[in-house]
């Protein structure tokens, strides 16, 4: 069964600076993997996904994702961010062939500081 | 537009008392899913549904019941045996449980007790 962790809890960043959101996960098969963002009382939105093709994967908002699969890991990252980032985002994994659908991280709140 | 529509956003319960919690969409995705948050847990798992007339216990499923006798409704009842559900709930769905399908996400209950 598939695990995903998020090491950083939070994550305070000032305005314009660069962020990289930590997101490692555990299989033993090949894995799609999944970004959501969640903004305070909502629900969650999907950001960005891996399914296949080119590791690189790019938001409409300016993040980006790279699927490293030696270092089982699918990082984060904005170059220059916006107090309208501040949000919760969570990492999900699912394998493929797999019967246990998504499995998600525990979120990581990023908090942007003017 | 298609989504997901949860209700009532906030809902109160008193001591003893079974409290239903609605989501309808109209995706035409045949999984439907309960999810339970709360800060800094992430995610936790309580029901999950793949077709119409079946669905099976998540995670903490304790203290909760389902019905899905509509493709489109997976509502979510928090029975007097949940000592402690004061929560925010989400509600999501895809077209399948399993592989590269993104889950798609209501915009919460938030439930509390009186």
Redesign the interface.
Known sequence: AQSVTQLD?QVPVFEEAPVELRCNYSSSVSV?L?W?VQYP??????LL?Y?SGSTLVESINGFEAEFNKSQTSFHLRKPSVHISDTAEY?CAV?E???????T????THLIIQP | DGGITQSPKYLFRKEGQNVTLSCEQNLNHDAMYWYRQDPGQGLRLIYYSQIVNDFQKGDIAEGYSVSREKKESFPLTVTSAQKNPTAFYLCASSRLRQGNQPQHFGDGTRLSIL
């Open positions: 809890s799609y999944f959501y009382n909502q629900g969650l939105q999907l996904k399914l969570f699912s493929e062939g797999g019967a246990d659908g998504l998600f991280g525990k979120g």
